[in-house]
């Protein structure tokens, strides 16, 4: 999966510019608050059909206009694709020139693996975060699973709105309940599975970098543990926790309380691990990340890496770029990272205040 070039007009500080891609390295430095990471995002409309920075749409419009165009080429599959989004009151997304009618029909198309300094933090922040990480890498192999988590989270709005008003009827709260099971047993068990596929990459990679002093793992913690797999009985439990969860008013059981915890040297990371040990495992996940969706759809996916050579030590930002020096990678720091210069396909943008100037 390669991409060959994005277009921005009037997204965020750009008005209208284009990046046209190399297949292997692409830099784009510059100082901060000019615009470096405003690409990434604008990338990654085109894998999840949203920000990753949790904004709304309008906010991604340049100020005083009134809408803005995103438009893409790619090649995947040996196919060259492109796709387009305009965003003003609403959001119209186009792929090979026809428009689609849902969000789900977009995700999927566009592989790409995105590691950020929030990413660093995934450790030592709450379970949300590593559910949405999760749900981002699992809607990005498996569409369907996408479909699943929005019919999911329909239901269970509807069914926090019942709690939440103090509602007791029982009866449309089977309704939701009922739902709620079919769809949460898929989704625990898809989170499952790809917490097993994880686990022998992370380890490998944790071991390679702290040169095999740390033993790394995934662990699970399901919230509707032995009834992930069977939606009757996961239905009556619900059911039977009615009246506790009107009383809190809210919905207190389901994926949407799952987590997973990093396991170093047999101890919870979050609690026990040094800055520096986290820091390798996120590193660890996020490789890990790319190469299962290589063994799950044959394609490497695009590696966006914003700012994170910041982050990272000396040590760390020379194993990754070892790991990726044969890969799309478009990498954005405040100044033209010397690891990557060496190789003839680098591609390097100065970014400045909304312009791109191409640099041989």
Known sequence: MIIKSISLKNFRNYSEEKFDFSSNINILYGKNGQGKTNVIEALYYFC??????GCKDKEVIKFNEDKCLLKIEFESNLRDMEAEIIIDESKIVSINGINIKRLSELVGYLKAVIFTPDHLNIIKSGPSQRRNFLDSFLSSVYPVYFKYLINYYKVLKQKNILLKNRNNNYSLLSVWNEKLSEYGVIISKYREEIIKKINPYIKKYQKEIS??????????VCNIKDMKEDKEKLYKYLEENKSRELEAGISLIGPHRDDFNFIINEKNAKIYSSQGQQRTAVLSLKLSEADIIYDIVNEYPILLLDDITSELDE?????????????????TCTKKEKNLLNNENTR?????EGKIAREE
Do not use: A, N
């Open 315 to 331: 040590k760390r930002i020379e194993y990754l770029t070892s790991k990726i020096k044969d890969k799309q990678v478009i990498i």
């Open 211 to 220: 040169d095999e002093k740390e033993d790394l793992y995934l662990e699970y």
């Open 348 to 352: 390097i943008f100065k970014i400045k």
């Open 48 to 53: 999840q059909g949203k920000s990753y920075r």
